[in-house]
């Protein structure tokens, strides 16, 4: 009976693959796309657990009884909207980064940083010994 | 229209966003969304005259009653925290206008005043409502508006660290969102108060766990506790002065208001802390985040990241104080709340004038800036003092107040502790006592004025306030304990 | 996978394939807009950027142990909640049980539209959808500070010029996409005012009404689809979007009702809702139409200066 | 009548699968980009039209029907350009069309994408 809960447990499997990507990967848009991909995955959590046995698309006609929930749709229709959004304003970011750093790679970025950093600290401590 | 408040407090800045988008005129727009600011100040403060007489106010979105429609729901706590936000959000605003003269390109004034509004509205959506999956929405308003105004700062790594922040924020929100969808599956309601009543039915099952420990992650990432607190101290610093001013008095606030309502009214205090070992959990947090960020504030040589650093030091003592669960304890929470985004807003909008003065807060360069800026200078001192909790600011108070919960509790080592977080906080605002007041300026370095009136007033006023407050804590007090006892179900 | 355009492409499959579950478990609406804007608008976007930043994946090492370890973790965590979650498709779960029925069995009385996801998104959870739409605008409006840049006009004769010049080229796909693009148009039209019956609303009209401007864009250039749509005339649109959903809360308000309150829009109630969806589905479309258009106008304009940049650069490298 | 409409209908709706499923077969066994798009090609105008004229057949009333004539030409007016388009953008990267046999065994396995 406990195989009654296989949907949850490939939008589990699809979750962990998703948020693996944004942790492991360097590359700025694969991490978004590995957002993305989380994203979506919780979307069919919602979506799964809203299926009603025998039920139909939640519109109502002639004859129909048996409905799927409707809550959920409604909260996944704006989630999609919230992660679109969030997609557009990442990727604005990257060309923004691409165009400072030269690079989308999180290594060589925070290398340029450590860089920075390491000058604005030299120029601090001339100052100071001048 | 006294009836429409709850509503109108979230309304007013949300409308004037786009308005502004209309208005142009940058001059116009600040003038526009520091009066909307100021709209929103006074509607916090009708309200919380409201709730402290008349008890809780319930408004019912659309007029669908709680579980089926969208229930905004004001209640002590609530109240005090839109009194803060909306009241800090005021006071920066003034500076706004001078400061983003110097930090932000020109053509860019009247986008960054509308994200600004947008992520007042965010935060102050997610505090009134009484709906869960409406609090993910707002979230999200605000940390997008968050994420683009980071992303405004000159340098950079302002880029970089908005980015992250967008990452770990995201990956937060997504967290509470299966938090949410979880606590839907085992109710079949996403109203708190509706939540509230039904999960204790529910509450020994796993996938209620699961919920509860996905929305206290979701929403720890979002507060930057230790050791989830990576993205802060990059995005403090290279955000722009107004933003940083803003944000570090009232998006780690908003977090604690969202970690509170979970664990309080929505699971329950019963099932938060005693089924779950949450409270050893904060406690053990809050103490390695108060050490480990004081030790790391010493080391900066950046201003603005000392401040963070702090930031999350004090996001450590508010955890602290929240994890004694007693009405005292979670009074000393609330009180630092609203002491802190005084302090910390004084502190940034000072850094702010400084930038605007200098161009830079490398440490380095506050040698002899005692001298130059008195008033900046002297109000980055007080604030600086209030962090470490001497007498007669607010910082003391809530210590105070803080130590006397521990105590009743019987947490002896944890006050001790607390104390010596207190001293780590003595040494690295001395670092910018001595710089500013005992060291000559660079040489080379051209002498700079004191800060515009426009930097001042909005200081000095938080500064003020720091005071006043610190003095007579009656006001700030009465409300705190109330709110905590109206959360820990006591009647007053 | 070194190759980002292969990476990208894959996420739109995915993005389709989830649409089709969302069709398998019920949830038309939700599928429509997935497959517009999962595999739609955020492939295409995803597909500018890499035009911008370079088609590939640098080869570095990345440290998955941590990365596998918290995954393990929550993934874990996750499994360990699903034992005590009600079975897939059983019909007496809570979340069947509680708030759900009333939307069921009687938004038809109280709200009048036969498209239950409506009712509930546009009249019982309006508040929710008024956020998702100050989100999109949000997500606008940082968009415009990340990325717009002043206007040189000297710069876009040249760039029409070599339009002109492209125009052979194109020859066929132009000619399709004349013809097809009215009828994209009125197909968002259709799904607009359809909403309230099938599958369809605001926000899906919306995204194709964008989709169909993208598509002009990208075949004729930025140049000649600014001189339709130039930004200041988006702007308004979006911020009238925002607006007309906001006054229709206000005016309910005004009517003594509370806020979004559709009921107090008209005499009788049930016209009152029936208006007052309308109303809000058209702010919802203007809305997340414009600025859908916005964001790829403002990522377009970048890729553009970027490789008037190059091109720039190549001649002073040529004379030198 | 309907007789005659099921059997043509079932034999379109057979054409069509098979169509379907000798595209996706040349898809993974033809040996360079451009033979692998003439599979496609067959299978998005060849079996989804057929497929469509097919179901047209079973269609209950005029309004489907409609919908399904819409839906053909469509397919009928995208699907060529698309496969034009994908053709001229490869032809642009330089991609040559294999039509040696010999240089077919060797690459094959190593251009798999």
Known sequence: MIIGLYNDWVVVVLMMIG?????????????IVGLAIFQT?????????????????PILAEGIKQFSNPLPHVLILTAIVVGVATTALGLALVIRINEAYGSIEEEDIQ??????????ELQATEGEQS | MISHLPVLQVIVPLMAAPICLLLKRSQLVWLFSLFASAIAFIISVLLLQQVMTSGVISYELGGWEAPWGIEYRIDQLNAFLLLIISGVSTVVLIAAQT??????????????YILYLLSLTGMLGIVSTGDAFNVFVFLEISSLSAYALIALGQDRRALWASYQYLIM??????FILIGIGLMYQMTGTLNMQDLSQRLPDVAQTRTVFTAFAFVIVGVCLKLALFPLHLWLPNAYTYAPSIVTAFFAATATKVAIYLLIRFTFTVFGLSFSFTTLPLQELFLLLGLTGIFVASSAAIYQKNVKHVFAYSSIAQVGYIVVGFSTSTITGLT????HLFNHALMKSAIFLALGAVVYRLGNVQLSSFNGLGRQMPLTMAAIVIGGLSLIGVPLTVGFVSKWYLLTALLEKGWWPVAILILLGSLLAVIYVWRIVEAAYFKKPLAGSVPVKEAPLFFLIPIWLLITANIYFGIDSRLSLKVASAAAQSLLGVSP | MKDLFAVVMLLGIYSLLSASFFVAMDAVDVAFTEAAVGAGISTLLMLVVITIT????????HKPLLALLVVVFTGSMLIYGTFDMPYFGIADAPIHSHVAPRYIQESMKEVGIPNIVTSVLASYRAFDTFG????IFTAGIGVMALLSVGRRPEENEKTTAIDDSMHEQYLVIRIVTKMLIPFILLYALYVQFHGDFGPGGGFQAGVIFAAAIILYTMLFGLTTARKVINQSFIQFIAAAGVLLYGCVGIVSMLNGANFFDYNALASDPVAGQHLGILLIEWGVGCTVASVMIMIFFNFAERREMQQNNEKINNIEGDSL | MDMILNISGALCLLVGSFLCISGGVGLLRFPDFYTRMHAVGVTDTLGAGMILIGLMFYSPDFLIFSKLVIILLLTLLIGPTTSHVLAKAAMQNNLKPKLQQEDNIKETSSSNY
Not at chain 1, 41 to 49: A, K, N, T
Not at chain 2, 332 to 335: E, I, N, Q, R
Request: charged fraction near 25%; charge should be neutral; glycine fraction near 8%.
């Open chain 2, 332 to 335: 000393a929470t609330l009180l």
């Open chain 3, 132 to 135: 998702e739409v100050v989100v």
């Open chain 2, 169 to 174: 924020g995201t990956i937060g929100a997504t």
């Open chain 3, 54 to 61: 370079g088609r590939s994946e640098k080869t570095t090492r």
């Open chain 1, 19 to 31: 948020l693996y990507i944004v942790i492991a990967h360097g590359n700025l848009i694969k991490k």
């Open chain 1, 41 to 57: 995955s919780v979307f069919i959590l919602y979506i799964s657990m809203a299926k009603v046995e025998g039920g139909s698309a």
């Open chain 1, 111 to 120: 290398h340029l940083d450590n860089q920075t950093q390491d000058e604005t």
């Open chain 2, 99 to 112: 400061s983003i003269e110097k930090e932000i390109p020109k053509e860019k004034h009247t986008l960054f």
